[in-house]
Structure formats: C-alpha cells, structure tokens
C-alpha cells in the first residue's frame, strides 16, 4: 500500500511558477511509475506527465511540454512537478499517482493504483 500526499499549490499569476510535491509512504516507492494528473472544474480528468521508477524517462503531455518538468527522489520517497510559465488554462486541481504498471508511457488514469488528495493550483491572469 502507498500513500501519497501533495503540497505546494497555489495562487500564481500567468507566467508565475510553483513546484508541487507528492510525499509518498512506504518502502517500495521505487518500484512505482509515478504521474501526476489534473482535473478542472466541469472537465475531466487529464494526464499531465510521468517518470519511470529509477527516474531516467519521462513523458509529458503536449499541453505542459517545454512548460513543467516531472523529477523524483527515490531516497527521500518524493516527486515532483517543476511548474513554469503558467498559464490561466493550468488551473485546476493536481493529482499525483502511482503505478505498478510496467508498461510505457503510463498515462491511463485507470493503470495506476493509488491517488494522493490532490492540490489546487490556480493561475490568475
């Protein structure tokens, strides 16, 4: 079982930036691919980006690519979403995720296993 937890979100201006941080419990932390996802009011919920388990690949989707950066620290069971250039279309409540799946990239929300509560961030213009 893994617990996750995020942090960090916020009121920011477009163009400002935040960095969220997911703090995962549990001793196999490294043997999860992590993602985060996003869910705006009245949409669905949207895949954001992904790291593999050591941490060497990921994959982003086309609306934040170039934008934010998705980074882990397997000693400190932790990761992270760098959020630059923000725009007001961001806005919404970020998810971090985990998954057992050893499949790539893992971008279904249905392939991951455990949610953290989520974290609002919005981006005023």
């Known amino acids: 079982q893994v617990q996750l937890v995020e942090s960090g979100g916020g009121l920011v201006q477009a163009g400002g930036s935040l960095r969220l941080s997911c703090a995962a419990s549990?001793?196999?932390?490294?043997?999860?691919?992590m993602g985060w996802f996003r869910q705006a009011p009245g949409k669905e919920r949207e895949f954001v980006a992904t790291?593999?388990?050591?941490?060497?690949?990921?994959y982003y989707a086309d609306s934040v690519k170039g934008r934010f950066t998705i980074s882990r620290d397997n000693a400190k069971i932790t990761v992270y979403l760098q959020m630059n250039s923000l725009k007001p279309e961001d806005t919404a409540v970020y998810y971090c995720?985990?998954?057992?799946?050893?499949?790539?990239?893992?971008?279904?929300?249905?392939?991951?296993?455990?949610w953290g509560q989520g974290t609002q961030v919005t981006v005023s213009s």
């Open positions: 995720a985990a998954a057992r799946s050893s499949g790539w990239p893992v971008k279904g929300g249905s392939e991951y296993d455990y």
């Open positions: 549990g001793r196999t932390f490294s043997s999860y691919t």
């Open positions: 790291i593999s388990r050591g941490g060497g690949t990921t």
